[in-house]
């Protein structure tokens, strides 16, 4: 950009954009994206040019932001606030929601944005932090096909293991319930995790946004009757919370925050959303589709983990479902209806990686055999995260590692860095705010994902270095009737 430019800036009007790309010479792609020979036309409008198939309405966009969101994570905030403290907890709860809400708008925003100037429809979240570089400084354009790339296989990545905690989950739940009805017949959580196989492999098979709004309204539905009778058991009897730890150590916060992170992130499903929304301008602003999910989420988030770490304390697990009554009739059916409604998640989550792989494989394979490989790489997957979960069978260990890994790393970071590359030269507001804020964030996600990691695994390795399998190891004997618990 020439010194004597005024830097290039994007003008919005309820999201309808008005952009002046004659004036923003600097900014002309240097690959397909762009064309110089049209600088002169009138301003893209992205929204104008979407042409989706089977479009979302704002209702049902909402749905799948709130199953996106609203999922086993909801359920594992009292084991989060065991890590933080009852007050440290609240206060973090809204903090680090505000914090993640932020930075989808700022991923969306910026979204909205570089399609006006690549001169495409939509993008998902791997085109926008490609796109991001490719129209942003001059130095920083060759990482363009990087940046598009990392997000690609981070997100599938991210997903996955995503999945492998529904699974476990699933088991566990189920686990809690037919224990209770076949003493004598009691399987183990890793055969559970084998059951959930063939429904997930059929659920799986779907392959468009807009069929699974039934199953996401039907997750919900589930989930607000799981969720008022987990309630019922935590306000029955509730102690003082005098008797609770108001600030844990600080070295467990970054615990917390990293299941906090993984149970309030849907990062990868905001892209395919909004992109399939039909009135797209409805998804930012206020209150906007992503205000209103995410105030439903950040509230109904502190509220479980408040209550539920009062009324269970130390003793609070993985799940807070899994501390209910094993002996009555409804707290085994709150197990049940929210394993169910986590069952119907698991489709919606899955996608994500789907689409991903599914676009960098498409094109290298005939049209004729398309309808196979999709059934295929569906089957495998299902199978492969199946496998990871009957491998490592714990619920509250594999949340915090997912969230400190791989939701810190994409849900904050990344859009942080888009942000700062994608405003670099069109002003980072008055004293660089936008900037210090970008680095705050930034640190925030370092903290989750270098403390958060580390002491997740440290506590995985304690764990694996009690059972008795790993025992046998280290004394050099066996016992053909030990078996490995974890």
Same mark, same amino acid.
């Given at each position: 950009?020439?010194?004597?430019?005024?830097?290039?800036?994007?003008?919005?009007?309820?999201?309808?954009?008005?952009?002046?790309?004659?004036?923003?010479? &600097?900014?002309?792609?240097?690959?397909?994206?762009?064309?110089?020979?049209?600088?002169?036309?009138?301003?893209?409008?992205?929204?104008?040019?979407?042409?989706?198939?089977?479009?979302?309405?704002?209702?049902?966009?909402?749905?799948?932001?709130?199953?996106?969101?609203?999922?086993? &994570?909801?359920?594992?905030?009292?084991?989060?606030?065991?890590?933080?403290?009852?007050?440290?907890?609240?206060?973090?709860?809204?903090?680090?929601?505000?914090?993640?809400?932020?930075?989808?708008?700022?991923?969306?925003?910026?979204?909205?944005?570089?399609?006006?100037?690549?001169?495409? !429809?939509?993008?998902?979240?791997?085109?926008?932090?490609?796109?991001?570089?490719?129209?942003?400084?001059?130095?920083?354009?060759?990482?363009?096909?990087?940046?598009?790339?990392?997000?690609?296989?981070?997100?599938?990545?991210?997903?996955?293991?995503?999945?492998?905690?529904?699974?476990?989950?699933?088991?566990?739940?189920?686990?809690?319930?037919?224990?209770?009805?076949?003493?004598?017949?009691?399987?183990?959580?890793?055969?559970?995790?084998?059951?959930?196989?063939?429904?997930?492999?059929?659920?799986?098979?779907?392959?468009?946004?807009?069929?699974?709004?039934?199953?996401?309204?039907?997750?919900?539905?589930?989930?607000?009757?799981?969720?008022?009778?987990?309630?019922?058991?935590? =306000?029955?009897?509730? !102690?003082?919370?005098?008797?609770?730890?108001?600030?844990?150590?600080?070295?467990?916060?970054?615990?917390?925050?990293?299941?906090?992170?993984?149970?309030?992130?849907?990062?990868?499903?905001?892209?395919?959303?909004?992109?399939?929304?039909?009135? !797209?301008?409805?998804?930012?602003?206020?209150? &906007?589709?992503?205000?209103?999910?995410? +105030?439903?989420?950040?509230?109904?988030?502190?509220?479980?983990?408040? =209550?539920?770490?009062?009324?269970?304390?130390?003793?609070?697990?993985?799940?807070? +479902?899994?501390?209910? !009554?094993?002996?009555?009739?409804?707290?085994?059916?709150?197990?049940?209806?929210?394993?169910?409604?986590?069952?119907?998640?698991?489709?919606?989550?899955?996608?994500?990686?789907?689409?991903?792989?599914?676009?960098?494989?498409?094109?290298?394979?005939?049209?004729?055999?398309?309808?196979? +490989?999709?059934?295929?790489?569906?089957?495998?997957?299902?199978?492969?995260?199946?496998?990871?979960?009957?491998?490592?069978?714990?619920?509250?260990?594999?949340?915090?590692?997912?969230?400190?890994?791989?939701?810190?790393?994409?849900?904050?970071?990344?859009?942080?860095?888009?942000?700062?590359?994608?405003?670099?030269?069109?002003?980072?507001?008055?004293?660089?705010?936008?900037?210090?804020?970008?680095?705050?964030?930034?640190?925030?996600?370092?903290?989750?994902?270098?403390?958060?990691?580390?002491?997740?695994?440290?506590?995985?390795?304690?764990?694996?270095?009690?059972?008795?399998?790993?025992?046998?190891?280290?004394?050099? +004997?066996?016992?053909?009737?030990?078996?490995?618990?974890?």
């Amino acid at each position: 950009m020439g010194h004597d430019e005024k830097k290039g800036t994007i003008v919005l009007d309820n999201f309808n954009s008005t952009a002046n790309l004659a004036s923003n010479p &600097g900014f002309q792609s240097t690959l397909s994206l762009g064309s110089k020979e049209v600088i002169n036309e009138k301003a893209y409008n992205p929204f104008e040019h979407r042409k989706v198939e089977h479009p979302n309405s704002s209702i049902g966009s909402l749905v799948h932001l709130l199953k996106s969101s609203l999922g086993s &994570g909801i359920l594992a905030m009292p084991a989060a606030f065991k890590k933080s403290g009852l007050a440290a907890g609240a206060l973090g709860t809204i903090i680090v929601g505000f914090i993640c809400t932020h930075c989808v708008y700022a991923l969306v925003k910026t979204s909205q944005e570089v399609c006006v100037e690549a001169k495409k !429809p939509s993008m998902g979240f791997a085109e926008t932090c490609g796109a991001a570089f490719e129209f942003g400084p001059k130095r920083l354009r060759p990482w363009a096909n990087f940046a598009r790339t990392f997000v690609d296989y981070a997100m599938t990545c991210t997903y996955l293991a995503a999945l492998c905690v529904y699974i476990v989950f699933i088991a566990e739940n189920f686990k809690e319930v037919l224990d209770e009805y076949m003493p004598d017949y009691k399987l183990s959580v890793e055969t559970y995790c084998a059951l959930t196989l063939v429904p997930l492999v059929l659920i799986c098979q779907i392959r468009n946004l807009k069929w699974l709004v039934p199953f996401s309204a039907i997750a919900n539905v589930l989930l607000v009757i799981c969720f008022a009778i987990t309630m019922y058991y935590i =306000f029955n009897g509730l !102690p003082s919370p005098a008797e609770r730890e108001m600030v844990a150590s600080v070295t467990q916060w970054p615990v917390f925050i990293s299941t906090v992170i993984f149970a309030m992130e849907g990062i990868g499903v905001v892209m395919p959303v909004e992109n399939e929304m039909a009135k !797209p301008e409805q998804f930012l602003g206020c209150p &906007g589709v992503l205000n209103i999910a995410m +105030t439903i989420v950040i509230s109904l988030y502190g509220l479980v983990g408040f =209550f539920g770490y009062i009324k269970y304390g130390d003793e609070v697990r993985g799940s807070v +479902t899994l501390n209910l !009554p094993q002996d009555e009739l409804l707290a085994q059916s709150a197990k049940i209806l929210m394993a169910l409604a986590i069952l119907f998640t698991y489709s919606l989550q899955f996608y994500v990686p789907m689409e991903m792989i599914w676009r960098q494989i498409h094109t290298k394979i005939s049209v004729r055999y398309h309808n196979i +490989t999709q059934i295929t790489i569906r089957t495998v997957a299902v199978v492969g995260s199946v496998a990871i979960a009957a491998a490592f069978p714990d619920l509250e260990l594999f949340i915090s590692l997912c969230g400190a890994i791989f939701l810190s790393t994409l849900g904050l970071l990344t859009p942080a860095i888009v942000d700062t590359v994608h405003k670099w030269d069109r002003g980072l507001g008055r004293f660089n705010w936008v900037l210090y804020k970008n680095i705050f964030i930034s640190i925030i996600s370092l903290i989750a994902l270098f403390a958060g990691s580390t002491l997740s695994i440290q506590s995985m390795l304690q764990k694996f270095g009690q059972t008795p399998v790993l025992q046998m190891a280290v004394n050099g +004997t066996s016992n053909t009737n030990d078996t490995l618990v974890l």
